[in-house]
T-cell receptor, first 113, second 114 residues
Framework: GAVVSQHPSRVICKSGTSVKIECRSL??????MFWYRQFPKKSLMLMAT?????????EQGVEKDKFLINHASLTLSTLTVTSAHPEDSSFYIC?????????FGQGTRLTVV | GEDVEQSLFLSVREGDSSVINCTYT??????LYWYKQEPGAGLQLLTY?????DMKQDQRLTVLLNKKDKHLSLRIADTQTGDSAIYFC??????????????FGKGTKLSVKP
């Protein structure tokens, strides 16, 4: 079946640095990928819809200058958390659609110290 | 390792009840979730249940949790064509360094026929 690979699975970074998370569709092309963030004890929140070759569509309340999304090819979308702060520590997960099905990456646990 | 399984397809007639089933492996999961994804859209949280509950009802949705069997179900009463979507079951992982991470099932595609 289709596979979405997300990397890294875990990252610890210092406050003020930037972190890039990659989401790859390994055996299919994805014109659209979604980025989610999970808050502690809460649900998954859609952050943005990543569109290949065009700007991402951000959900209300998500800072686009802080969470940079690039979808430069049909198999890769990246999320860069810029100038990370401890409150950015969270679980980030991407998904990609293939037809009517959605496939999820393994997720990235970001810890900002 | 953690695993969440659910059947891939379910077809019902409009007005009938739909029951989507899910099994999971992490007995220490704190929360279990049901998400809905409509075509071309991102996930929407439908409902969730805390692991110490057996049942939760929210309008047309009823969630049943059997912790002993690690079985979760979502019942949609009076299913409408607008309920056609993919439904994902998810658990929170409490294994090692993955604590709190969400583990998703592959999704159940619900088709509602008029």
């Amino acid at each position: 079946g289709a596979v979405v690979s997300q990397h890294p699975s875990r990252v610890i970074c210092k406050s003020g640095t930037s972190v890039k998370i990659e989401c790859r569709s390994l055996d299919f092309q994805a014109t659209t990928m979604f980025w989610y963030r999970q808050f502690p004890k809460k649900s998954l929140m859609l952050m943005a819809t990543s569109n290949e070759g065009s700007k991402a569509t951000y959900e209300q309340g998500v800072e686009k200058d802080k969470f940079l999304i690039n979808h430069a090819s049909l198999t890769l979308s990246t999320l860069t958390v810029t100038s990370a702060h401890p409150e950015d520590s969270s679980f980030y997960i991407c998904s990609a659609d293939l037809g009517a099905e959605a496939f999820f990456g393994q997720g990235t646990r970001l810890t900002v110290v | 390792g953690e695993d969440v399984e659910q059947s891939l397809f379910l077809s019902v007639r409009e007005g009938d009840s739909s029951v989507i089933n899910c099994t999971y492996t992490d007995s220490s999961s704190t929360y279990l979730y049901w998400y809905k994804q409509e075509p071309g859209a991102g996930l929407q949280l439908l409902t969730y249940i805390f692991s110490n509950m057996d049942m939760k009802q929210d309008q047309r949705l009823t969630v049943l949790l059997n912790k002993k069997d690690k079985h979760l179900s979502l019942r949609i009463a009076d299913t409408q064509t607008g309920d056609s979507a993919i439904y994902f079951c998810a658990e929170t992982s409490n294994y090692g360094g993955s604590q709190g991470n969400l583990i998703f099932g592959k999704g159940t595609k619900l088709s509602v026929k008029p």
